[in-house]
């Protein structure tokens, strides 16, 4: 499969988690977009076959995610708006614009939530995984 092919599903695999929870008159391509901004082999710093994947996501107003993992750790970064998140082992928590968390690996994320009925919320997700591996996997 080609590099272009795994970014795609890469990109898809997150905005469909998102999207999973968004009422049905939004359509999901507006529910949650994710922009891949970069990937990056860290193999020659790290000596394993480690991948920093940096994306920018947009949730819409009003728009909520569904259970997830992630293989490696994640930080986030709010860029504008505010999102509620809750990770397992932690309350629920609003992070506005200029705020930062992480995600253990593997550790449960149980919701994201754009509170906001007027304003989408973005953020900058860096991710850490080994190459080939699925940035998110999904939870039921």
């Known amino acids: 499969m080609g ?7 890469k990109l898809m695999t997150i905005s469909s988690l998102f999207a999973a929870s968004v009422p049905l008159s939004m359509q999901p391509q507006e529910a949650f977009k994710a922009k891949e901004l970069l ?3 860290l193999q020659a710093y790290a000596g394993g076959e480690l991948v920093l994947s940096v994306g920018e996501i947009t949730i819409a107003p009003g728009a909520s995610g569904s259970r997830h993992r992630h293989p490696g750790p994640t930080f986030v970064y709010v860029l504008g ?4 998140i809750e990770l ?4 629920a928590k609003v992070y506005r614009a200029g705020e930062t968390f992480y995600e253990d ?8 939530k754009n509170g906001s009925k ?11 995984s080994h190459k080939g591996e ?6 039921r």
């Open 3 to 9: 590099v272009a092919m795994k970014r795609w599903r």
């Open 105 to 112: 690996p593997h550790q449960l994320h149980i919701s994201t």
């Open 81 to 84: 708006g505010a999102v509620e």
């Open 88 to 91: 397992e082992g932690a309350p």
């Open 39 to 41: 990937q990056k082999d």
């Open 134 to 139: 699925p940035l998110t996997l999904a939870e």
């Open 118 to 128: 007027a304003e989408p919320a973005r953020i900058l997700v860096y991710h850490l």
